[in-house]
Structures are given as C-alpha cells and as structure tokens.
C-alpha cells in the first residue's frame, strides 16, 4: 500500500471491510436469479418458513396452547393478528407454531423416503435376482391408501407426530424405489458404467461413483414433490383428527377446529390455509426449478 | 505363459438372449445373437469383425468382456479359460482386456474429471501409490494419446468428439491391457478426426504390441488397420481371412456383396456391384441351412437344408460356403 500523507491534525480512518459482493459476483447472483427465478422464490419462500418456524417464540407469539375462554373468537386486531379461535387461544401463534409441525413432517417424510427408496431403489435395480421381489412389495405398498394406513396406525398406537412421518413415508417410499429403480436400469446400460466394470470396477463403488450421482436429480425434484405431498397429507389427516394430537397445533388441526365457526369466523380457517397453500406452493416451486435446472434438455423443450 | 498358443482364442462362442413373456416370465423364444463363433487373435495383432448392425458383432465384443454371460462355447485369454470364471479371479484378467466403444459422448460420465476418469482402472489394480502418482500416471496416458497433461482436472463434456475419444482410448490403455476391444471406435466421428484416431491406434499398437479386435461395421476402415477380417452374419463367422486375401479374393457371397458395397471415390470406375435384397432375416428365427441363402445370388437347393461349415479354401483363408468357385480351390477345400 502506498504511504498517503495524512494533513495534520487528522488520522487516517480504518479501511472498511468490503461487506457488499463485489459487482462480478453480484452480477452472478442477479444472472442466477434470471436464470431460475422459480428456485429463486420458492427457495426464499421455503427459507422464509423455516425461519418463521424456528423464531415462532420470538416473533411476538404468546403460548400457542393458552386458553382464554373470555376473549374467545375476537377478530383480527392489533392485539391478536389472526384473531383468537374458539377457546381464545391466539390464531397467530398456533398458526406459526403450526408451521414446526407441517416442515417437520413434510422434511421428515422426505429424507425417510428419499433416503429408504433410494437404497432399495439401487440394490434392486443393480440384482436382477431380487428385482422382482422387491418390485412387487412395493406395489403392493403402493396400492395401500395413504389416509387410511395412517388411520389405522393411530388406531393402533396413539397420534403422534412421529407417527404421521411412519405412515406417510411407507406409502411414499415405493415411488422413490421406483424412480431410482427406473433411473439406474437405463444408467447400468451407459457405455460408462460398463467400461467402469470392463476395467475392474467394483459394484459397491460403481453404485457409489457412476450410478448415486446420476440420480441425485431427479431425486431432489421427487423429494421436493414428496415433503409437498407429505405437508397437504398431514394437514388432511390432523383436520380429520387422525394426524398430529390436538394438544400440539398444526395447520390440520387448527383448520379442523375452525370449520365449525367458518361461516362467521372465516378468519380462523383462512390464516393455516394461507399458510400451508404458501408453503406447498413453494415447496413446488422449488421443486420444479430444480428439475428445470438439473435436466437442460427438459427444460428447453417445455 | 504359453508362447504358442494366441492371445485371445474364441471356441464356438454362442450368446442367446431369453425373450421373457407371459404371466411367470418363461422364455418364449430366444434371440440368436451370437451363435458359435470362434477365431483367435495374436499378441500384437489386429482383427477386425465386420458385418451388418444385428449381427451379432458388438455381442461378441461385450461376451468376451464378460458383460454378459455367455451361453456357450469357450474363451481363453492368454491360456486361461475367463468364460466361466468367477467374477472375483476374473477381476485381474479384466486388467489385460479392455474396451473401447462407440459413442464418445456416453462412454465418459460426464460428472467426473479426466483425471477420476483416467484414474479409476489405475486405483482398480492398485497402480498408483498415492493422489500425485496417480496423476503423474494419468499425465503420462494423456501423453500416450496425445492430448495436452493440463486438461486432466477438466470435465469431459469440454472436450471435443474425438479427443474424447482419445480419453477412451486413454481410459483402455491404463492398466496396461494386451489386448483391446474396440467396439466401433471410430464410427461415430466425421472422416478427417476417423483417419486421426485410427491412425493414434495403429502407432499405439506399434509402440505398446497391443492386439486390438476392431469391431466395424465398415470395411473401408477396416482396410487401413487390419491384419485379418472375419465377416459376420446372423450371428455366425461367414469368412475368416487376411486383409489383402479378403480385400483381392473374397469367397463367400455375403463377402463379396459388402465389398462392392464400399464406395470408390471415381465415378467413371467399372463397377461389377452385387446388391443385395432384403432385409438381415430375424436372429429371433434364423433361416435353415445357410443363414444368408434368403438372400444369396447363388443360392442353390443345398443351401436351403444344410448349414455349410466354416471350411479352410486357401491359406490362412476360411469361408463358410457351399460353393466353390475355381477347381484349384476345390481340391484344397478337399484336402483340408
């Protein structure tokens, strides 16, 4: 650096750090958001609901489950936002507490899927053997009907959370299996895999190395769609009383516990609704950005 | 190991693919592919296998690789039987045979660098010490096939069709392998890049002994490589001969139709062009007798009933046809 001379009776003042991104990379994140401005607002909206989940306590909620039997059914004010529903208890902090529940599940359902039917996905498309076998289980997975499996989980055990995730993610496994399944069938006929296994590849590595990354993206796209699928799935199931216990609100629940004021007070319904319709849409959005982006070809022809 | 036996030696190699159908999977018939092929080939030496697409040439290529299994028959690479082995002491053999395919786009997987690419078989038979051998290695190889060292951290799809052809041709030479199958290397370049990688194979195969089986569906690029040409149709070796034989005196009728089907750059040239009529008969239901009298020009009853044997007519010259042309070669057929 060259020395400046400071006139007298000054001092120099400290160099800033440089905190805005320099004009090249902001010129790449503006090109990026051209580019894929699907990714763009459903990733910050997906962002912006995670965030509203995680700070619920410290977005000046009050405890989502207090009941205030004298101040029940107010409207929208400065003091309630969303108004207070039939018990009093504040729509604003159930609804935003409500989101920890239908990102954990759609999240949750997501990564078990994706995760379950990945692996089963890879080993039975790579033996040929067990294929069948497999193949067939997981229809019959599939013919079961998502609500009702959950209805008689709950029935069996207790509602729980928990037990929402088990019940989504075994209906939704067998589409990821399938996916992956359809994915590595035509990846295992690509020149490269097999010179990867006429030069002494092993099958664990070439799983690992040629197959999993080539079907990391139609992966992401099916995972996006599942967490959406899994979001309206838990909100459907708490509405009809199967899912998420009354003792923790969910958007379902909230919405289920509002239907019988709706017609005077639509509000409490409209709020979760808004919400979850927001979240789902988003998620989509996401979802179809990616596939938009991680697949070139399709994404010129549409 | 054995010094008078081949390099590679194919005995009667059949490969037939199940046609599953029905409620339990049951095999309702079977594709012919490949259907008793035999040949061998020398260190150092080139054989080409030419023939129409559906023959059965790229099965054979992909059989002797173990990509499928076989159905029959015997492969022995340098003495050692690899049609039945197990896959795990076939593991090493795989380090003496390699491949390299047609399309230069698919063969590479486009989400690896030149130097993961290159560098796979070499960890495969532990031939590198560490990461900076490794590359040293995968220097040396780009050196081989004459592409600049600095472009192994590059990702394939930067490369042009033919220099990624040359990182296949790369990829086959890195475990050292004595002999490499080429499944119709250059068909999927344009003429000059052809002439290019045909010419790098030729010099490769000088400067390292390596034998190739040059698997092609043309026999004008064959001419500039081969040592020997076997012909196949239908799954089945019609004509086995050197290039200059094959090229000056063919024998079998199928032969003779591919020949006058190479273009010659001069259209004033005489041209005595046997074309052929129909479509290759189905490998699913082959045809009696000679699989080529649907559409052989001197198809005689015999043909039609008995399957002519692959029969020596010359030195060093086989042809699988009931017919013999001249009365000289009628004797040697006799003796032999």
């Known amino acids: 650096m060259s020395a400046t001379t400071v006139p007298p009776g000054y001092t120099a003042a400290p160099v800033l750090p440089e905190i805005l991104p320099t004009p090249k990379e902001r010129g790449r994140i503006m090109g990026f958001i051209n580019r894929h401005p699907t990714i763009v607002v459903g990733g910050v909206l997906v962002a912006l609901m995670v965030l509203i989940a995680i700070l619920a306590p410290y977005l000046g909620t009050k405890d989502p489950t207090a009941l205030a039997p004298a101040k029940r059914t107010r409207p929208p004010s400065e003091l309630y936002w969303f108004g207070t529903d039939m018990l009093g208890r504040d729509v604003y902090s159930r609804v935003l507490y409500g989101a920890r529940v239908s990102l954990t599940v759609g999240f949750s359902v997501a990564c078990c899927a994706g995760i379950i039917g990945t692996t089963i996905g890879l080993v039975s498309g790579f033996t040929r053997r067990i294929d069948a076998i497999v193949m067939r289980a997981m229809d019959g997975l599939m013919s079961i009907p998502q609500i009702l499996l959950a209805i008689a989980l709950m029935a069996l055990t207790r509602a729980s959370v928990q037990n929402v995730i088990i019940a989504i993610s075994i209906t939704e496994t067998p589409r990821v299996c399938r996916l992956v399944r359809g994915v590595v069938l035509s990846l295992r006929e690509q020149p490269y895999v097999e010179a990867a296994i006429a030069s002494g590849t092993r099958v664990p590595v070439i799983i690992w190395k040629h197959i999993l990354p080539n079907t990391l993206a139609p992966l992401m796209v099916q995972a996006t769609f599942i967490c959406a699928s899994a979001m309206i799935t838990e909100a459907t199931l708490s509405f009809i009383g199967a899912g998420t216990p009354p003792i923790i609100p969910s958007w379902g629940n909230i919405m289920a516990e509002g239907r019988a004021l709706w017609q005077v007070k639509p509000y409490i319904v409209f709020f979760p609704a808004i919400f979850l319709s927001i979240t789902v849409l988003a998620v989509n959005l996401l979802g179809d950005g990616l596939r938009d982006a991680l697949d070139p070809r399709l994404a010129k022809r549409l | ?336």
């Open chain 2, 1 to 336: 190991m054995t010094p008078n036996r081949p390099l590679l030696e194919v005995k009667n190699l059949k490969k037939h693919f199940p046609i599953r159908g029905g409620l339990l999977g049951r095999t309702t018939a079977k594709v012919y592919a490949v259907d008793g092929v035999s040949f061998d080939i020398a260190k150092g030496e080139t054989l080409s296998l030419v023939g129409e697409s559906g023959c059965g040439k790229s099965t054979v290529g992909k059989a002797l690789l173990r990509l499928y299994p076989v159905t029959d028959g015997e492969v022995y690479l340098d003495g050692q039987r690899i049609d039945n082995m197990a896959a795990s002491k076939l593991r090493p053999m795989r380090q003496r045979m390699q491949v390299v395919f047609q399309d230069p786009f698919s063969s590479l997987n486009p989400r690896m660098r030149i130097v993961d690419i290159l560098g796979e078989p070499l960890s495969n038979f532990g031939m590198a010490k560490n990461r900076a051998d490794l590359r040293e290695r995968v220097g040396l190889l780009m050196d081989k096939v004459r592409l600049p060292r600095d472009a192994i951290d590059r990702f394939p799809h930067e490369f042009s069709g033919g220099q990624r052809q040359r990182i296949g041709i790369a990829r086959a030479l890195a475990p050292g392998a004595d002999l490499i199958i080429c499944d119709e290397a250059v068909s999927a370049l344009d003429v000059s890049v052809k002439a290019q990688i045909i010419n790098l194979l030729v010099d490769l195969q000088d400067e390292l002994g390596l034998a190739l089986l040059f698997i092609s569906h043309d026999l004008a690029t064959v001419e500039h490589l081969t040592h020997r040409v076997a012909v196949m149709y239908l799954g089945k070796i019609v004509e086995l001969t050197d290039r200059r034989t094959l090229f000056a005196k063919p024998h079998h009728p199928y032969t003779k139709a591919l020949l006058s089907a190479v273009p010659v750059p001069d259209p004033t040239a005489p041209r005595n062009r046997v074309i052929l009529t129909g479509d290759v008969p189905s490998p699913i239901n082959p045809p009696s007798g000679c699989r080529f009298h649907t559409r052989c020009p001197l198809v005689h009853d015999r043909c039609r009933v008995e399957e002519p044997a692959l029969r020596t007519v010359g030195e060093g010259h086989s042809s699988a046809c009931h017919l013999t042309h001249a009365p000289g070669e009628l004797a040697m057929a006799g003796s032999a």
